[in-house]
């Protein structure tokens, strides 16, 4: 068994006719929008026609594209594999977008991708290193739309406008909540064309926004997949059908896609998530939905006004300054106001709570079932 990588060296030389298009395939295109391509393949009016691979190899900024260091080594050796491949080799690109503002609390970013004539891939990037990718992501806790997921509707319809047939839709993290959010929003006509919908252990929504779109014509085209101890993609996922991909490593490091096993040219899939990680999923959701607006915008604000206290616009030097972050951290806990901190006491406390009964009721159960077996003995 490997990863996406390992998948290139050994498939990446089968067209798709010989192998039909796969979510392996998906999550090596959705990892591959985590590059950066600002100034590399044109925007959405640009003029400029897609940009083929060997053109984005050949570009001055290459380099460019490994800005973010947390993966430069794997993300080098994604876009060499992809571009050597007869699988991957052709793709153009085109329709990129890559918005970052923070008085919105937005980080938007998307491409198209032409693998061949037929098989043409709109995806959506995930949180990047930005801090301010980060806060949306916490603000998909709200019942109302984020500014990115009315974006990925908008880009759905204009991208669709550069695609003459069916296409696929998707991404991972964000992405995949992104890909899910704008194909159940945007025009029917558009919606009619998507073959399918790729969310990479992307969140899910609120009942209440799920009820706003066209959820129902849309579900039986979602492929998701969660890794074993998958956090994020379970967010406020409670409806739906779902895969889970053995990861090579434990917990939360499971959300990145290089730790996602591939068996031949297929996902490595096991029957279910983690029974630990499972409860907890569920016990986080039903906290989650347990909030009304109010508490939920100070709670978000809060953590984000604790993080922002440590003056970087990124996680790669939060990360890197980790002692000097945690210190200013700890002084802006220090000045959060009284009301503030009372209801974000009651809200851990609430949660606390839960967890603590969910506990109770858990074992309990175990201590039934434990005695109806010694009963059978």
Not at 127 to 135: A, H, L, P, Q
Not at 301 to 325: K, P
Request: hydrophobic share 35%.
């Amino acid at each position: 068994m490997g990863t996406i990588l390992d998948y290139l060296r050994e498939y990446g030389d089968y067209s798709f006719e010989e192998k039909p298009f796969s979510d392996v395939d998906s999550l090596v295109i959705s990892q591959l929008s985590y590059l950066k391509f600002d100034g590399i393949v044109p925007g959405p009016g640009e003029g400029r026609g897609p940009v083929s691979l060997p053109e984005i190899a050949a570009h001055a900024d290459y380099d460019h594209l490994y800005a973010d260091e947390r993966y430069r080594k794997d993300n080098t050796a994604l876009f060499l594999g992809v571009l050597k491949s007869r699988r991957f080799g052709q793709m153009r690109m085109w329709n990129y977008v890559n918005q970052i503002e923070p008085e919105q609390e937005s980080q938007f970013s998307a491409v198209v991708c032409g693998l061949t004539e037929e098989i043409v891939y709109v995806v959506f990037r995930g949180t990047d290193e930005n801090i301010v990718g980060w806060k949306e992501d916490l603000n998909l806790a709200f019942s109302e739309p984020v500014p990115g997921q009315k974006r990925s509707t908008a880009y759905l319809e204009e991208a669709a406008q550069t695609i003459p047939g069916r296409f696929f839709v998707g991404g991972h993290s964000k992405g995949g909540n992104f890909a899910v959010y704008a194909s159940m929003h945007c025009e029917p006509q558009v919606r009619e064309r998507i073959a399918a919908i790729y969310d990479h252990d992307g969140p899910g929504f609120r009942p209440e926004v799920r009820a706003q779109g066209a959820w129902q014509e849309i579900e039986e085209r979602i492929h998701k997949t969660v890794p074993r101890s998958s956090l994020v993609g379970m967010l406020l996922y409670t409806e739906g059908n779902y895969q889970v991909v053995e990861s090579k490593t434990i917990g939360l490091a499971q959300h990145n896609p290089y730790t996602w096993l591939v068996k031949e040219d297929a996902f490595r899939i096991v029957d279910e998530i983690r029974p630990g990680r499972k409860f907890m999923d569920q016990t986080l959701n039903e906290w989650i939905l347990s909030l009304d607006q109010a508490q939920m915008h100070i709670f978000v604000d809060t953590l984000y006004r604790v993080v922002q206290a440590s003056e970087t616009d990124n996680l790669i030097d939060f990360t890197a300054h980790w002692f000097q972050s945690v210190q200013k951290i700890g002084k802006a806990i220090g000045e959060v106001d009284e009301e503030t901190a009372e209801v974000v006491m009651k809200i851990m406390r609430a949660l606390f709570d839960m967890v603590s009964l969910h506990v109770k009721e858990q074992a309990k159960l175990e201590r039934h079932l434990k005695s109806q077996h010694s009963e059978k003995k």
